[in-house]
């Protein structure tokens, strides 16, 4: 009995030493000492010693127990600790690697130009004002005194939707829904999508405008230009030239386009310019009567100008595009640039 405890003692304490990890460990306690194991079996045995034998034997027990347990003890804790050194080696961070950057988005040139100006005549007390795309055809034309078979409407290439329905060809159709919601004092921009069929590499069938209108007591063709100096300045620096030349539109009279001094060239001539040194920017003029009347305004006691402008091409001056298809074709390596 004495030599068969050595005996499991010493084969144990072996395989101890020889085993490799903490399930083979766990294995060899349940194998030795488990309640089906080894040293249980041998355990039986002792009630068939002799009376003064089984205390010094089952002392024995104890013993070769207590000396499997706490090699087996010691052996799980080195090998629970080579797992963690292990796990802690393999996942190792190295923080001095330079990080991953998530792919941002950038805002577009065209919406980068359309918050800046508002933002210029928001310091100037304008509201923001909206409408829909699809339009009457009385808001887009009628009421801005084109009437109809104007010869005027060829200068803008419609696109119809049905009888009355059209895509709007111009963001004036803002001051007519604005006049008709509001009285006197107005002072509004109306930046948006409009459409016109025509497309090359200075126009594209689909571009933004932004549209102001100012009507109030005594508003002056002084004041149209004073504002519009105002803003050129803004957006395009400080000294910027600005001129007025006479033009016509059906809904203004008089009625001007305004060209600011070649930002290319700084107005010596090129062939952004056309050599001319001037750039045209905007349309605009004091708010035709005949406009009025279409929204019950009392002509005879307010006034007021209207302005329109494109806002791709300003973008394109300010930025240096030279084709207006480049901001429609969403090249990120493009629009990363702004
Ligand atoms: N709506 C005109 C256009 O698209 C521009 C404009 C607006 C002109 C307001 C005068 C006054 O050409």
Redesign the pocket.
């Known amino acids: 009995m004495r030599e068969k405890l050595e005996q499991l003692r010493d084969g144990a304490l072996q395989a101890i030493a020889a085993s490799s990890g903490v399930e083979q460990l766990q294995e060899i306690r349940v194998r030795l000492l488990g309640r089906k194991g080894e040293l249980t079996a041998l355990m039986k045995g002792l009630g068939a010693l002799a009376a003064e034998e089984r205390p010094i034997v089952g002392q024995l027990v104890n013993t070769v127990r207590d000396d499997i347990e706490t090699a087996l003890t010691a052996a799980l804790m080195a090998a629970e600790e080579m797992v963690i050194s292990d796990r802690l080696r393999s996942e190792r961070v190295d923080i001095s690697l330079p990080g991953r950057h998530p792919l941002k988005g950038t805002k577009h040139p065209v919406s980068l130009v359309i918050e800046e100006i508002c933002s210029i005549f928001a310091g100037l007390g304008f509201a923001v004002a909206e409408g829909p795309e699809i339009e009457h055809d009385w808001y887009n034309f009628e009421a801005l005194n084109f009437p109809p078979e104007h010869p005027a409407r060829d200068m803008q290439d419609t696109f119809f939707v049905e009888n009355n329905l059209l895509l709007r060809t111009?963001t004036?159709p803002v001051q007519i829904r604005t006049m008709l919601k509001q009285k006197p004092p107005v002072r509004i921009i109306a930046p948006g999508t409009v459409y016109r069929c025509d497309s090359d590499a200075t126009h594209s069938p689909m571009f933004h405008?932004i549209?102001g209108l100012m009507v109030d007591k005594c508003v002056t063709f002084g004041d149209l230009k004073g504002i519009l100096t105002v803003f050129t300045n803004q957006l395009f620096g400080q000294k910027t030239g600005v001129r007025l030349r006479p033009s016509y539109?059906p809904?203004?009279e008089p009625?001007a386009e305004v060209d600011i001094a070649c930002v290319i060239c700084g107005g010596k001539g090129c062939r952004v310019c056309k050599n001319s040194g001037w750039l045209e920017i905007l349309?605009?003029?004091m708010v035709d009567p005949e406009v009025y009347r279409h929204v019950q305004y009392d002509a005879e006691n307010i006034s007021g100008f209207?302005?329109?402008m494109g806002i791709e091409r300003i973008a394109m001056l300010k930025y240096g595009i030279s084709d207006m298809r480049l901001l429609f074709e969403n090249d990120v390596r493009f629009l990363r640039q702004f």
């Open positions: 111009h004036s405008q549209e539109f809904f203004t009625s349309g605009a003029g209207a302005f329109g």
